[in-house]
């Protein structure tokens, strides 16, 4: 081999590693450009809709590919329609829905959304280049971008069209993400909201519970509630007192009701009263003594009534007990006055 030919040997060798230098840089260059501008810079919870989420991301696809029109169209939940994210410049709007349209009726769209990867095509007049790539996660279809380069495809490298698809990609998990973040937001605001309903509940509940106690206090009037279903009982506190107990003394049932009724009136009680929550009456009333668990007796005027499922089957029976001791004595006493 002469000097000559070893010249142009080496000449082509560093020719070769020239190119392959350059296809490093470029290489390495597309791989920081691809992590700057794949990722946003704001959290989810700094955007305040989708469209501001589709801003930011034509602003960074703009730094990789210039575009005349760049828009972002999103599926509509309820009829699966496309309707406008995010357009710029706003006066290509029409235009933009114009092309989307014609790509729809042609099914141009169908065919580029299954691919997966950028699709360029001409507009309807074959004036302009459409760029075309679909807004989707692994799972779902969350739109299209649908943009008018200045630039001709020649000019856009592989590389470049790369990057794209990744930005295009990643916006459209960052859009799935606001979706899911603000279900969450408002699903949160509304439980925050049954929550402040159910304290205030809560405590016009305590409030009125605190009244209907002192009320039964102030009147000396006890109440129960019997359930034929369960065979269980309640009394208030206001029971338990006028029949001589601290709350939680003694079981609440009917029987510890009649073991207090003073003889003479038990017989009459058990016999004629006390069954008459069985007929059609609404509200039942008597009037009988009591001897108390410490010894005093008393006059207790009594109402209750009986609660009946759709069958006519009784489920409950509800009544009270007023302690009218006092007033009797009263007013035998005006009666004596008036004598």
């Given amino acids: 081999m002469n000097k000559e030919a070893k010249q142009e040997q080496i000449r082509c060798l560093q020719e070769r590693v020239d190119y392959l230098e350059q296809v490093n840089r470029l290489t390495i260059d597309a791989l920081d450009l691809a992590v700057s501008l794949g990722q946003f810079e704001q959290p989810i919870n700094a955007f305040n809709s989708v469209s501001e989420v589709l801003a930011n991301a034509s602003e960074r696809i703009q730094?990789?590919?210039?575009?005349?029109?760049?828009?972002?169209?999103?599926?509509?939940?309820?009829?699966?329609?496309?309707?406008?994210?995010?357009?710029?410049?706003?006066y290509c709007?029409?235009?933009?829905?114009?092309?989307?349209?014609?790509?729809?009726?042609?099914?141009?769209?169908?065919?580029?959304?299954?691919?997966?990867?950028?699709?360029?095509?001409?507009?309807?007049?074959?004036?302009?280049?459409?760029?075309?790539?679909?807004?989707?996660?692994?799972?779902?279809?969350?739109?299209?971008?649908?943009?008018?380069?200045?630039?001709?495809e020649q000019e856009i490298s592989d590389i470049t069209l790369s990057i794209f698809s990744i930005i295009i990609h990643g916006t459209a998990y960052v859009v799935e993400s606001y979706e899911l973040y603000k279900w969450v937001k408002n699903l949160n605001s509304e439980l925050t909201d049954k929550i402040d309903e159910l304290v205030s509940s809560e405590q016009k509940l305590k409030r009125s519970e605190i009244l209907l106690?002192?009320?039964?206090?102030?009147?000396?009037?006890?109440?129960?509630?019997?359930?034929?279903?369960?065979?269980?009982?309640?009394?208030?506190?206001?029971?338990?007192?006028?029949?001589?107990?601290?709350?939680?003394?003694?079981?609440?049932?009917?029987?510890?009701?009649?073991?207090?009724?003073?003889?003479?009136?038990?017989?009459?009680?058990?016999?004629?009263?006390?069954?008459?929550?069985?007929?059609?009456?609404?509200?039942?009333?008597?009037?009988?003594?009591?001897?108390?668990?410490?010894?005093?007796?008393?006059?207790?005027?009594?109402?209750?009534?009986?609660?009946?499922?759709?069958?006519?089957?009784?489920?409950?029976?509800?009544g009270t007990l007023h302690d009218t001791t006092r007033q009797k004595h009263e007013e035998q006493e005006r009666k004596k006055m008036r004598l």
């Fill in 63 to 90: 730094r990789l590919i210039p575009f005349e029109y760049a828009c972002f169209y999103v599926v509509d939940e309820g009829d699966s329609s496309f309707i406008l994210g995010f357009c710029s410049p706003e």
């Fill in 93 to 152: 709007t029409d235009y933009m829905q114009h092309q989307l349209d014609n790509l729809i009726e042609s099914r141009m769209l169908s065919w580029a959304l299954d691919q997966n990867r950028p699709i360029i095509v001409p507009d309807d007049r074959h004036e302009k280049q459409l760029l075309i790539h679909a807004l989707d996660t692994s799972t779902r279809t969350r739109g299209v971008f649908i943009g008018v380069p200045k630039i001709k």
């Fill in 213 to 318: 106690k002192d009320a039964q206090h102030i009147t000396q009037t006890g109440c129960w509630e019997y359930d034929f279903k369960t065979e269980e009982m309640y009394w208030s506190d206001e029971l338990y007192v006028l029949l001589g107990y601290l709350p939680g003394d003694v079981l609440p049932s009917l029987g510890n009701i009649f073991n207090h009724i003073h003889h003479d009136n038990h017989h009459l009680f058990l016999s004629d009263r006390m069954n008459r929550y069985e007929f059609d009456m609404p509200v039942v009333t008597d009037e009988f003594h009591i001897v108390t668990n410490d010894g005093q007796k008393k006059l207790l005027f009594s109402q209750m009534k009986c609660e009946r499922d759709d069958s006519g089957d009784a489920i409950f029976l509800k």
